[in-house]
């Protein structure tokens, strides 16, 4: 077990400088001047152009060798230093980003694990029953092949606009200011809902889809045949099955980070929730570059956190990755 | 003589087998219906510009107005036609379901099948590379290259997408390809001298055609997706229309506040339903080439 996770370890170290270096290598070897690059696409006044060319210059290093300016920048990152962003000048990017990614955890982690579960659950149960799967497939279809931003944008029409029962922008009331009142809290929750809805819904769809399909070809195994001429309940057999299922779909969570965290960012778009998506929004249309860079790796830091938790969930349900790790063999 | 009779009696097994097939396909249902409404997006992508008088980016008259005989689909804040800028995304998002899908799967598959064949150290590296690049959200890469890349169009858009689509596939098909490998007329041709290339194309890969099919629909539809995310947090491209696009200035100009859903709705709807028709075609040819699914 022990060798399992040293192995996975090294993976998301290695993916991690992997997404460092990249991050360093590609303003340094995109054609011209990379400082000369990012002022000419931000309009700010003379003087200030003058005082972001010199903290600009400073920043990058570019006076000192290739293999120094490469370990400042890792110095830098270790020391939490992720620049200063220019949208929001004078605030460091740590601050900002730190400031949003509350948000996207309240936002993210339940619409994955109840979507996870439920789908799973709902999944199971409407496969091999003929009716059920028949009506509600093809809507788990549609569903999984909606994009998130677009489910979002028509909840807020409906809910927001048509019905007007749910605010649509911002995570609180403007008028309100953050405490553990009861009153802040339900607003929250108001705007908290329909992006979680969305989230929560196009994932539902797809997690039904694959239990359903796993189902399906579990009971068609052998051991499931051959507990059915033994007799045991019907019930049995599925439990039996759903178990075996149940792996593929830890895997295919992991697998599914990258994308849902994506959909995360655009459905922030829709309703001007304050998370890194709709940070990154800002930060591309100012050309921030030090806070796109900031997000980047704050991205990659939770999509790898969140691997990690996974593999540690396996090894926890699956007990032959337990096995076969000690025995150093698979 | 006998070689003569034993190739024709192959030859007629194998249109047999083709028949059956397309047998079975011209009668499910779920790939009937989903060919319908993927087939009617294509005509829509080459007839629909010539449906509209307008230019996409041309402002043709007021704004705000809900859609009517003159703008079908109403016109934007600028006095846009929203009809015109549709039926001119739809090509974006072909071309990138076809190169981005087409790149993903073709990289999937290549390294699934040198993985899975190979084995050994090779394996190892390709496994390595897969797991950091399916860990690296494609948003994320494309998050940096963007801030950098004055001009982008939908093909760069695509090849990004491709770049980084492919490891589901890769692992699924090095899966494949590894139980596989040890079966008997691998083994037999590897005997007999083949070349390691030749097998995996003459002797494996014929064995997963349906499969390798099935993950091009999936990464057509994959990109299609990511696609319509990058344009809609601004990574798409900077000059042309793409349906992510006009979602995009639909929600920066407050379209669903102003109640204006015909410049919010139409664009997602389209890319559902062509998303979902490719999804549901899956099912159905699941169902084709499956037989253990046939009898539901």
Redesign the interface.
């Known amino acids: 077990m022990n060798r399992y996770f040293r192995r996975k370890l090294f993976?998301?170290i290695?993916?991690f400088v992997?997404?460092v270096s990249?991050?360093w290598l590609?303003?340094r070897f995109?054609p011209g001047n990379?400082i000369q690059?990012l002022l000419s696409?931000v309009s700010v006044r003379a003087e200030a152009a003058e005082v972001m060319y010199g903290y600009l210059t400073e920043a990058f290093g570019l006076d000192q060798p290739l293999w120094k300016q490469y370990l400042n920048f890792w110095n830098a990152l270790f020391h939490g230093d992720l620049g200063t962003s220019v949208y929001l000048f004078p605030q460091p990017v740590i601050k900002v980003i730190m400031k949003a990614v509350p948000y996207d955890v309240l936002l993210l982690v339940p619409a994955i694990m109840l979507s996870w579960i439920t789908g799973n659950k709902f999944g199971a149960f409407a496969a091999r029953t003929?009716k059920l799967?028949n009506t509600v497939?093809?809507i788990w279809?549609?569903l999984?092949?909606?994009?998130?931003?677009?489910l979002g944008?028509?909840l807020?029409?409906v809910f927001?606009?048509l019905l007007d029962v749910f605010p649509?922008?911002g995570a609180y009331s403007y008028a309100m200011t953050p405490s553990f009142s009861l009153a802040f809290i339900w607003d929250f929750i108001k705007h908290w809902f329909l992006p979680f809805a969305s989230l929560f819904l196009v994932q539902f769809g797809g997690w039904a889809i694959g239990m359903r399909n796993m189902i399906?070809y579990e009971l068609?195994a052998d051991y499931s045949h051959y507990m059915e001429a033994l007799g045991a309940p019907r019930k049995l057999v599925r439990k039996y099955a759903f178990r075996n299922a149940m792996l593929p779909q830890i895997t295919g969570l992991?697998?599914q980070?990258?994308?849902i965290?994506?959909?995360a960012?655009?459905t922030e778009?829709?309703f001007s929730y304050p998370g890194i998506?709709y940070l990154?929004?800002q930060a591309?249309?100012y050309?921030d570059?030090f806070l796109?860079?900031g997000?980047?790796l704050f991205?990659?830091i939770g999509?790898?956190l969140a691997?990690f938790v996974i593999d540690v969930i396996y090894v926890l349900v699956d007990p032959r990755t337990r096995k076969g790790m000690e025995g150093g063999a698979q | 003589m006998k070689e003569k009779i034993k190739k024709k009696s192959k030859k007629i097994e194998n249109s047999k087998k083709k028949n059956e097939i397309l047998y079975f396909a011209l009668r499910n249902n779920r790939l009937r219906v989903g060919m319908a409404i993927l087939i009617f997006f294509i005509v829509l992508t080459f007839v629909g510009p010539m449906l509209t008088e307008y230019d996409p980016q041309e402002n043709v008259g007021p704004g705000y107005m809900p859609p009517s005989s003159e703008y079908w689909l109403g016109t934007t804040t600028f006095g846009q036609d929203v009809f015109t800028q549709v039926m001119y995304g739809l090509k974006a998002t072909f071309i990138v379901g076809l190169v981005g899908g087409g790149l993903g799967t073709f990289i999937g598959v290549l390294v699934g099948f040198v993985a899975g064949y190979r084995g050994g150290i090779i394996d190892e590296i390709l496994n390595m590379l897969t797991n950091i690049v399916t860990v690296i959200p494609t948003l994320a890469l494309l998050l940096i290259l963007a801030a950098y890349l004055p001009y982008r169009g939908v093909l760069t858009e695509s090849i990004f997408i491709g770049l980084t689509a492919w490891p589901w596939a890769a692992r699924a098909i090095r899966a494949q390809t590894f139980s596989l490998r040890s079966r008997e007329f691998v083994d037999l041709a590897r005997m007999s001298g083949k070349k390691p290339l030749k097998i995996i194309f003459t002797e494996i890969a014929p064995n997963m055609m349906s499969y390798l099919f099935m993950t091009f629909i999936l990464q057509f539809g994959g990109a299609i997706l990511a696609a319509v995310t990058l344009d809609f947090i601004g990574l798409g491209p900077t000059k042309g229309i793409s349906l992510g696009l006009i979602m995009q200035n639909a929600v920066l100009w407050n379209a669903i506040q102003l109640g204006m859903w015909w410049w919010a709705i139409p664009p997602g709807a389209v890319i559902t339903a062509i998303v979902a028709s490719l999804y549901i075609m899956n099912v159905g040819l699941d169902e084709v080439f499956n037989p253990k699914l046939r009898e539901m």
Request: hydrophobic content about 60%; charged content about 10%; some cysteine.
């Open positions: 993976i998301y290695l993916t992997f997404a990249i991050d590609i303003p995109m990379p690059n696409r003929k799967d497939l093809p279809y549609v999984t092949a909606t994009p998130y931003m677009w944008i028509l807020a029409w927001g606009v649509i922008s399906i068609e992991a697998l980070l990258g994308v965290v994506a959909g960012l655009a778009i829709v998506g990154l929004l591309i249309q050309q570059y796109i860079q997000c980047f991205i990659i999509v790898l691997n």
